[in-house]
Each structure stands twice: as C-alpha cells, then as structure tokens.
C-alpha cells in the first residue's frame, strides 16, 4: 500500500472514530436525560 492510500485510510478512520465518539457521547447524554425523566416520573407518581 502507497503512503497516499495509507494516508487517506488513516484519515477516513479518523474522522469514523470522531464520529462514533460523538455518537458515544450523545448517547450517554440522552441516558442521563431518560434517568432524570423517570426520576422525576416515579417522584410525582408516588406523591399522588
């Protein structure tokens, strides 16, 4: 394999892995979210 392929090879990973870690990231966001709406859910549920 040339240098260029290995290059644009290394870049294409690259910019795969940022992708997956925004990914990664938005997903344990959006858990975070779901925790704190079935927090405040089961919280007014039992009030009443």
Aim: charge should be negative; hydrophobic fraction near 30%.
């Amino acid at each position: 394999m040339c240098t260029v392929e290995q290059e644009d090879k290394n870049a294409e990973l690259e910019r795969m892995n940022k992708l997956f870690v925004g990914r990664e990231l938005q997903m344990a966001e959006l858990k975070k979210q779901i925790a704190g709406l079935e927090e405040k859910y089961n919280n007014s549920d039992s009030r009443t």
